[in-house]
């Protein structure tokens, strides 16, 4: 058990643009930011929420009661990358008590430079955005009156229009060979695949290792040329923060890529996806407030079995806008959204949402055995 002197390191104050302001008590890191306010419904996880690159620019507030009382450990970091802006709580435990903790989630956050506020009524904040939708917000533990706050969130950059990915990701190629902590002997790695880095979190490269798969992780500016002189079985597209829309750089390599190699397995989680989409022709829309959290109903349209998922993103593809060669695979239960497509004459598929979980169910882990199959028939001689 660690104990703790005290969670909290002061006051702090959260304010919306719409002049909405929530007072509470700060902890993690002495700082002022800004960003998109979002909901995150899971019941634990924490630590992975707030390491996930996908919230670059975001104010996480976790709908769940009491956080902190399992601590951090480096195990459980999704990233090194800059990840969530901040951390909004109703209530922070003053004890860890877990065999794996490290430190504690006001310490952890105090490292990363994120700042928290706590002892607010969070449930009134989910409701309002859930009315009025996503909105830029502004917190700071550092004594910034409310006025200042509400000024700073009038005047910052919109999430439509930003093209987070390339701040998010890898700035050198590197390999990955790390399972899964509880998968101590996975089967040996027989096929390669390249991932672009938008984003991606440590824990999709994990379930990647645990099916077999060698992965090379290259930079989101990575050109065609490149990723085929590393003569992949397959090529994956990982999740990451804001607009996909605004990615139109990245939008023209996957659409190289799939024009010159046709016949080579692609497979795109969330922001990947979407981007998947728009190189193939779509279109994708921003969200109200967004899809995040653990316990999303996803519909297998083939088997028409439910799985509950992981989500994590603010806008979504418009299925009708790719055409005919492309068909829905998976339906969002809560709002009828397209949750994974696949292409109906070749070996490409995406997901809206994330079946490595980290935090979240596993029902959908099988689709890492589905692409490792992919990737095992490209490479067969």
Known sequence: MLESKTPYSGDAVL?????????????????TTVGEVVFNTSLAGYQEIV??????GQLVCLTV???GNVGCNAMDEESRAPAAEGLIVRALSPVVSNWRAETSLPEFLASRGIPGIAEIDTRALTRHLRQCGAIMGALSTEGKSADELVAMARNAEPMEGRGLAHEVS??????????SWDVPSPPPADVHMVA???????????????VGVRTTVVPSRTTVDEVLGLRPDGVFLS???????????????????LDQRPELPVFGICLGHQLMCLALGGRTFKLKFGHHGGNHPVRE?????????AQNHGFAAVLESLGDGACLTHLNLFDQTVAGLRMR?????????????????HDAQHLFQEFAGWLRQTAAP
Do not use: C
């Open 239 to 257: 999740n990451g923060p804001g607009d996909p829309a605004a990615l139109q750089d990245v939008v023209g390599t996957i659409r190289e890529l």
């Open 196 to 210: 672009f880095d938008y984003g991606i979190k440590r824990n999709i490269l994990r379930r990647f290792r645990d």
């Open 51 to 56: 390491t996930d690159p996908s919230y670059r």
């Open 345 to 361: 004459e070749r070996p490409v598929m995406g997901v809206q949402y994330h079946p490595e979980a980290s935090p979240g169910p």
């Open 15 to 31: 304010a919306l643009a719409d002049g909405r302001v929530f007072r509470g008590r700060g902890f993690g890191a002495k700082a």
């Open 65 to 67: 009661s009491e956080v």
């Open 170 to 179: 890898t700035p050198v190629p590197y390999t990955w060979d790390e399972p």
């Open 301 to 309: 349209e083939t088997t028409e079995r439910v799985e509950i998922t």
